[in-house]
């Protein structure tokens, strides 16, 4: 089995303008860092801007659109796990974060995915479990477990934590454990017997 560290890709899924995610990704980033058994890459998609219009199959996109699609495809195909971080729009995930899945293939495949949701009432589950299924398609195993926020901006202080914070922690630190598993199985069986889709 590899000794390399476990390699985790926390992506962030909003591009809005005056987004709350940051807020939610720094302290579950923070929580990693305190679990402290990945390396941790932020893969914030506001600063990888792929357009909506995907090239023919089989064509290649314009130069600086590949740029940037090799700059996401690079980064998550380093990762051996991943925690997706998306609020819910219209009760389903935001189309900054369908594109980005819809740019990438094989950087999923046989990886663990964990959701982190927020948004009003449903505390953002009906992305979650949307994104769920499209991960499916892209044949990642998705964790059962779902760290949600009901309106997150009343459950976070302006320090950046929840205000509550025993409770989330200790969701987090569970996901964390069930990622951390998979993500060292799932990286010994692909250096065992590579996927084949």
Avoid: C
């Avoid at 690079?74 to 594109?99: C, G, I, Q």
């Amino acid at each position: 089995m590899s000794q390399t560290p476990l390699h985790l890709a926390v992506v962030v899924g909003s591009v809005r303008e005056g987004r709350f995610g940051p807020t939610v990704v720094n302290w579950f980033a923070e929580q990693v860092t305190q679990y402290g058994r990945f390396t941790t890459d932020v893969v914030d998609l506001a600063e990888l801007p792929l357009p909506v219009v995907l090239p023919r199959f089989g064509d290649d996109p314009a130069p600086e659109v590949a740029a940037v699609a090799k700059r996401l495809s690079e980064r998550l195909a380093a990762a051996d796990a991943f925690v997706v971080v998306t609020p819910e729009y219209n009760h389903s995930l935001p189309a900054s974060l369908k594109n980005a899945l819809d740019w990438s293939d094989a950087e999923w495949q046989a990886k663990p995915v964990a959701l982190v949701a927020y948004g009003g009432r449903s505390g953002g589950i009906r992305a979650a479990e949307h994104t769920r299924q499209i991960l499916s398609a892209l044949e990642a195993v998705t964790i059962r477990e779902v760290l949600t926020f009901q309106f997150p901006r009343e459950v976070f202080g302006d320090d950046g934590s929840p205000k509550d914070p025993e409770s989330y922690a200790a969701t987090a630190k569970e996901i964390l454990r069930q990622l951390e598993w998979w993500a060292g199985v799932l990286r010994e069986g692909r250096e065992q017997r590579p996927y084949v889709a």
